[in-house]
């Protein structure tokens, strides 16, 4: 079979995710049934293809947050073609949390993280508790989860963390063991163990029963809020000033900005704002548009085509809240923006 362009591949195989309902039916993506297998972080991508091969009947998707490693994939695809793959360009933790159902996987593999080996930069280590509670109610009953490391101090670090969540449970007598029956070595995971560098395994396994708390959110309506009373048009583009905020939300970094506003010839105005929740960003408007009846109704604007997520929202209601300031004769009579 002939190889395909690297822009076909990438319309083959590429998820468009920004575009789907969240989190979209995989079965319907494959356009097949089969258990859900998923990698986070696939490197060269060599271990998500023979995997593929592998196991034909099982369904692939890769998580890898460099575009690097997601077109060598690429090109691994086309010389090997596999229909069962699907990657997903994005970071872990939002991926994770908004595109995998919950009890939805059968087999989780991480392979050789970043250790991040200085004290100062732990926090940057995917392994986290949060993480790991996420890994495991994605994970159906009887799932597992993978994880390979040759640093051992992140094999301490990845050990206490899955001891302490209470519905994981080792495959092993131990945490994890330095041999691993059946397992095909990468390039990578060669060259560490040829040079003498112990490779530690975790296959931990998830519980049947126990209430996990489902974190996934579908992507409900667009954020908005309506305002009653006094407006005057002109305080929010005369004393807006720039501001920015930066808060976590389960366990993601959340960063919000407001950089500038403008306004049309009928004095309403359009708010800019950036909102990176992880490594997921959004640039898009708010609009402030003054209504009959003593009516202000604070929207997203079309422009950017933005996803509602939680830190949308919260730009929204950043926005009404600095509208409100402005003009003390408001109060709100809707909003649709949580908290």
Same mark, same amino acid.
């Given at each position: ?68 490693? *997601? #077109?060598? +994939?690429?090109? $691994? =695809? ?6 069962? &793959?699907?990657?997903? !360009?994005? /970071? ?39 993480? *790991? #509670?996420? +890994?495991?109610? $994605? =994970? ?6 993978? &994880?390979?490391?040759? !640093?051992? /101090? ?45 490779? $530690? ?42 501001c920015s905020w930066r808060t976590d939300h389960r366990g993601v970094t959340v960063v919000i900005k407001l950089p500038a506003v403008y306004t ?76």
């Amino acid at each position: 079979m002939a190889a395909r362009p690297l822009s076909e591949a990438i319309l083959n195989y590429m998820v468009s995710w920004t575009k789907m309902d969240w989190p979209p039916d995989w079965e319907k993506v494959f356009g097949r049934p089969g258990p859900l297998v998923v990698e986070i972080g696939f490197g060269t991508g060599e271990f998500l293809v023979d995997r593929a091969l592998v196991h034909p009947e099982m369904n692939f998707v890769g998580i890898e947050r460099s575009w690097v490693s *997601v #077109q060598r +994939l690429f090109k $691994r =695809l086309e010389r090997s073609q596999p229909e069962n &793959v699907r990657v997903v !360009h994005g /970071g872990a933790d939002f991926v994770l949390e908004h595109l995998i159902s919950a009890e939805s996987v059968s087999h989780f593999y991480i392979n050789f993280p970043d250790p991040w080996p200085k004290e100062r930069h732990h926090g940057r280590r995917l392994i986290q508790p949060a993480f *790991v #509670q996420a +890994l495991s109610e $994605r =994970l159906a009953p009887g799932g597992t989860v993978t &994880v390979a490391t040759d !640093h051992q /101090g992140y094999a301490s670090w990845i050990s206490e963390i899955l001891e302490a969540q209470p519905f994981l449970r080792s495959g092993f007598q131990s945490p994890s063991v330095l041999r691993l029956r059946g397992r095909k070595p990468t390039k990578y995971e060669r060259k560490a163990l040829d040079a003498g560098v112990p490779v $530690r395994y975790f296959v931990w396994r998830r519980e049947a029963g126990g209430v996990l708390a489902k974190t996934v959110e579908k992507v409900g309506p667009m954020p908005n809020m309506l305002l009653k009373g006094k407006y005057d048009r002109a305080r929010l583009p005369a004393d807006f000033e720039a501001c920015s905020w930066r808060t976590d939300h389960r366990g993601v970094t959340v960063v919000i900005k407001l950089p500038a506003v403008y306004t049309d010839r009928n004095g309403d105005c359009l708010v800019e704002a950036m909102v990176r929740e992880g490594s997921f960003s959004q640039h898009f408007g708010v609009l402030v548009l003054a209504r009959p009846g003593d009516r202000v109704l604070i929207k997203l604007s079309p422009i950017g085509q933005p996803r509602p997520t939680w830190g949308v929202k919260q730009a929204v209601g950043r926005v009404g809240e600095m509208v409100l300031a402005l003009c003390s004769g408001l109060s709100v009579v809707e909003s649709a923006v949580g908290r």
